[in-house]
């Protein structure tokens, strides 16, 4: 086994991507632990695996992935109350969250030095999470990149080292943004298709073998948000935070969009959080 499979290995947010990466891990023989804002009795299947308290989580992981939800739980964790930038210890932190580039900039300039910083953001949705087959597009130096592969070959099957810490993230919101644009298009005809008297199933059949395939469409009874509305807690309204996580990221470069192009972007936001109600056929 490879040395750095047999260190202590902690997961920072149990949501929908955290949960089943730790459990991917677990059954993987790796000596994996997690932890997550809401309480033990949110995870009853990880038994003594969920460590309830910050601190001792922290002292337990040698490595830790975030999967926390976004900037402010990402805050709160390493700066907040007992948090990873506290110790004094060496840790190594693997940002797998998707997060702003002009952040993570930020961020990464306030992390102490005893605090290998890594990022790592992943792509695939629940469904890849559970299989162990996710995206992983990495932003770190070449020898930390080789350090933490092991851990990402169980958790993925695609791993890229994109480049220098931020790289990774810069791709990330570039995808989303992409991906974002797929959600939308396709809910708004699937929603439309009656009108023009096409039932949804024979929508997605002509989109999924046509020039209107998409990863969203492709996969959409496998995907378990894909139905959902928009609400402030779910998981299209984590797409409108990715979305403005590459508007911010461009805010901070030599963009220049021109107006049609910041139209786009500003619909697509709209899109999002009034995003139609799936068809019931």
Not at 30 to 46: H, Q
Request: charged residues 20%; aromatic residues 8%; neutral net charge.
């Amino acid at each position: 086994m490879n040395e750095i499979l047999k260190l202590n290995i902690g997961i920072a947010g149990c949501g929908t991507m955290g949960l089943p990466m730790l459990e991917v891990l677990l059954k993987n023989k790796i000596r994996a632990f997690g932890y997550d804002i809401r309480s033990k009795d949110n995870f009853p299947t990880l038994k003594n695996k969920f460590i309830s308290s910050k601190t001792e989580f922290f002292d337990k992981s040698d490595i830790i992935l975030s999967a926390v939800r976004d900037i402010d739980q990402t805050l709160e964790l390493c700066e907040g109350h007992n948090g990873l930038f506290k110790l004094n210890s060496p840790k190594t932190f693997v940002i797998c969250s998707t997060l702003s580039p002009a952040f993570l900039k930020k961020f990464f300039l306030k992390s102490p030095d005893n605090i290998t910083m890594i990022e790592a953001p992943m792509s695939g949705a629940p469904m890849r999470a559970k299989d162990a087959s996710l995206t992983f597009m990495v932003g770190s130096k070449v020898n930390e990149f080789e350090k933490i592969l092991p851990i990402l070959n169980i958790l993925g099957d695609k791993i890229y080292h994109i480049g220098e810490f931020g790289t990774g993230m810069s791709v990330k919101v570039l995808n989303n943004f992409v991906a974002s644009c797929s959600v939308v298009a396709v809910r708004h005809v699937l929603s439309e298709a009656k009108n023009l008297n096409i039932t949804t199933n024979q929508l997605l059949k002509i989109l999924n073998s046509s020039s209107g395939q998409t990863w969203f469409s492709e996969n959409l009874e496998n995907i378990d948000w894909a139905k959902e509305n928009y609400e402030t807690n779910n998981t299209i309204a984590i797409l409108e935070k990715d979305v403005r996580s590459f508007l911010d990221g461009l805010a901070d470069s030599n963009s220049s969009s021109n107006n049609a192009m910041v139209n786009f972007q500003n619909a697509l936001l709209n899109g999002l959080k009034n995003i139609p109600t799936f068809p019931k056929n």
